[in-house]
T-cell receptor, first 112, second 117 residues
Framework: GNSVTQMEGPVTLSEEAFLTINCTYT??????LFWYVQYPGEGLQLLLK?????DKGSNKGFEATYRKETTSFHLEKGSVQVSDSAVYFC???????????FGQGTELSVKP | SAVISQKPSRDICQRGTSLTIQCQVD?????MFWYRQQPGQSLTLIAT?????????ESGFVIDKFPISRPNLTFSTLTVSNMSPEDSSIYLC??????????????FGPGTRLTVL
């Protein structure tokens, strides 16, 4: 079945450091891929998405490229801020739509 | 994007009781979903709730434990029945948005943080 694997956290970075959170997936067909973010004490927010191979999703300085050849959707940001401290979830939706399958989440902590 | 609210935002309940969680959306949506996020864990889909039909439950979740109602296109409820401490989780509803023939985005409510003593 479909599954998502994320790099384990927590990840601790200094402000302005480069961020990569790895995400790989297993799926049949052509899933859509997502990154969600959960700030402390808040609900889940959609950060970015990509719906087909080679698509790049971007938002708030974060980017992720849908790589079908490596079945990956790594999240990157060139310069993180303290306000980026949160838990990041990679997720996929199968090509029939419907439910999301989430990775285990990666906690990011950015220190000033 | 849809604006989603949930009630209650949090609750502390006694073992053996039941809690009904409400999810309200500011627009009509066909697909609504209920997820559970256990402490320190990822999200797991409990069931899909479509208006006018019975909810579809994922493996490991049953209607007797998690009955769901979907009376119209803007509202749904999830009941956690006969609770035990293992039911302590955040329960989130989400709605699917259509990008053509299939639903390719989901937006989440703020969640209901449930603690069972």
């Amino acid at each position: 079945g479909n599954s998502v694997t994320q790099m384990e956290g927590p990840v601790t970075l200094s402000e302005e450091a480069f961020l990569t959170i790895n995400c790989t997936y297993t799926a049949t067909g052509y899933p859509s891929l997502f990154w969600y973010v959960q700030y402390p004490g808040e609900g889940l927010q959609l950060l970015l998405k990509a719906t087909k191979a080679d698509d790049k999703g971007s938002n708030k300085g974060f980017e992720a490229t849908y790589r079908k050849e490596t079945t990956s959707f790594h999240l990157e940001k060139g310069s993180v801020q303290v306000s980026d401290s949160a838990v990041y979830f990679c997720a996929l939706m199968g090509n029939q739509g419907g439910k999301l399958i989430f990775g285990q989440g990666t906690e990011l902590s950015v220190k000033p | 994007s849809a604006v989603i609210s949930q009630k209650p935002s949090r609750d502390i309940c006694q073992r053996g009781t039941s809690l009904t969680i409400q999810c309200q959306v500011d627009s009509q949506v066909t697909m609504m979903f209920w997820y559970r996020q256990q402490p320190g864990q990822s999200l797991t889909l409990i069931a899909t709730a479509n208006q006018g039909s019975e909810a579809t439950y994922e493996s490991g979740f049953v209607i007797d434990k998690f009955p769901i109602s979907r009376p119209n296109l803007t509202f749904s409820t999830l009941t956690v029945s006969n609770m035990s401490p293992e039911d302590s989780s955040i329960y989130l509803c989400s709605v699917g948005t259509s990008g053509g023939r299939t639903y390719n985005e989901q937006f989440f409510g703020p969640g209901t943080r449930l603690t069972v003593l």
